[in-house]
T-cell receptor, first 109, second 112 residues
């Protein structure tokens, strides 16, 4: 039932580096693609989101790149910081919202 | 503004007991979702409501699980009887149709 496929499962990046997480989907009815950040013991929180009419959205150090024809989208975290260490989920929505399996990001000082 | 409120935050129960998880969505939101999170299966959508009506319950694992939304400000997820494999974090989330959803802090369920 995995409608959104996410990779990698885990990622280790040095402080100041770029973190890249990728997602792919099959259902072309999806029209909203958010990324969520989850810290231990907390619920997922919206980080950034995009709709398929644009190919890129940037908010601070976080950028979503969206490729509609390939049905892929990715999250780039520039200048990664230890405080970014968390689990990141991509999601895709039409009426409901389906999540990827998650990526555990560790940023080393 | 208050976010999505879930209760209880933590519950430990014995196998066979009934468990009821509660959720108060954000005021004004017309969609409500129940998710289950485990290490093995990630975030699974169990059921979602739109305007208090269940739209898709295909993710509900078994007949032991049921969910209700009697009004716009309250929903319950019930497990009866509970089993050890039901141990997980259960999240409620709310939003407006087709847009961002906001999660509660979760209900951590342990069935022993």
């Amino acid at each position: 039932q995995q409608q959104v496929k996410q990779s990698p499962q885990s990622l280790i990046v040095q402080k100041g580096g770029i973190s890249i997480i990728n997602c792919a989907y099959e259902n072309t009815a999806f029209d909203y693609f958010p990324w969520y950040q989850q810290f231990p013991g907390k619920g997922p929180a919206l980080l950034i989101a995009i709709r398929p009419d644009v190919s890129e959205k940037k908010e601070g150090r976080f950028t979503i790149s969206f490729n509609k024809s390939a049905k892929q989208f990715s999250l780039h975290i520039m200048d990664s910081q230890p405080g970014d260490s968390a689990t990141y989920f991509c999601a895709a929505s039409n009426h409901d919202m389906r999540f990827g399996a998650g990526t555990r990001l560790t940023v080393k000082p | 503004d208050a976010g999505v409120i879930q209760s209880p935050r933590h519950e430990v129960t014995e196998m066979g007991q009934e468990v009821t998880l509660r959720c108060k969505p954000i005021s004004g939101h017309n969609s409500l979702f129940w998710y289950r999170q485990t290490m093995m299966r990630g975030l699974e959508l169990l059921i979602y409501f739109n305007n208090n009506v269940p739209i898709d319950d295909s993710g509900m694992p078994e007949d032991r699980f049921s969910a209700k939304m009697p009004n716009a400000s309250f929903s319950t997820l019930k497990i009866q009887p509970s089993e050890p494999r039901d141990s997980a974090v259960y999240f409620c989330a709310s939003g407006t149709f087709g847009n961002t959803i906001y999660f509660g802090e979760g209900s951590w369920l342990t069935v022993v």
